[in-house]
T-cell receptor, first 117, second 115 residues
């Protein structure tokens, strides 16, 4: 089954304790992206990756790191989490063929609810 | 920079009736893509419909259709014969043409369906 898998689904942690949210897709997609969803603000893009070892900042990258060492994985790293990073996080992936005219819709993971005390 | 605006935080519709959710966007680009996503209480993000800006014909998917007005930069979603399962948060999203990789989402419209 084609899917994007995020772990953990829920996490409560404390300020300053490094954490990683994993994201894995089994569709051989080139494009992967992280979003955070906050009430009244919709989804905002944190980072995205166009392919292995190629990443770029979205609109709200401060306080986050990412890496793309393998095509299927795109972990989100919070080196020193703070309470303002309490949010619902989504990972997404999509096909992005070279020279493709059509944008393929993103497949989303089920979300990670992160609470930082 | 591109922006996406959903001016209706919440809408209600009677079951079996029709409702239209509005979305406007701002861009200087001529080639782009627009999407509507549905987020039910389960939090999943589900693609409802998509529209390529170079296509004049409005996209349709069963009971869901869009009214795409490129000159007015408007992209509304019409849901016909509303069902209880349509109750969800709906997000409008914008992406530039291939070769650019940013997505811009609106703030969402919560749709309630009344029995």
């Amino acid at each position: 089954e084609a899917q994007v898998t995020q772990n953990p689904r829920y996490l409560i942690t404390v300020t300053g304790k490094k954490l990683t949210v994993t994201c894995s897709q089994n569709m051989n997609h080139e494009y992967m992206s992280w979003y955070r969803q906050d009430p009244g603000l919709g989804l905002r893009q944190i980072y995205y990756s166009m392919n292995v070892e190629v990443t770029d900042k979205g609109d709200v990258p401060e306080g986050y790191k990412v890496s793309r060492k393998e095509k299927r994985n795109f972990p989100l790293i919070l080196e020193s989490p703070s309470p303002n990073q309490t949010s619902l996080y989504f990972c997404a992936s999509s096909f992005e063929g070279a020279g493709a005219k059509l944008i393929r819709p993103q497949h989303f993971g089920d979300g990670t609810r992160l609470s930082i005390l | 920079a591109q922006t996406v605006t959903q001016s209706q935080p919440e809408m209600s519709v009677q079951e079996a009736e029709t409702v239209t959710l509005s979305c406007t966007y701002d861009t200087s680009e001529s080639d782009y893509y627009l999407f509507w996503y549905k987020q039910p209480p389960s939090r999943q993000m589900i693609l409802v419909i998509r529209q390529e800006a170079y296509k004049q014909q409005n996209a349709t998917e069963n009971r869901f259709s869009v009214n795409f007005q490129k000159a007015a930069k408007s992209f509304s979603l019409k849901i016909s014969d509303s069902q209880l399962g349509d109750a969800a948060m709906y997000f409008c999203a914008y992406r530039s043409a291939p070769g650019t990789y940013k997505y811009i989402f609106g703030t969402g419209t919560r749709l309630k369906v009344l029995a």
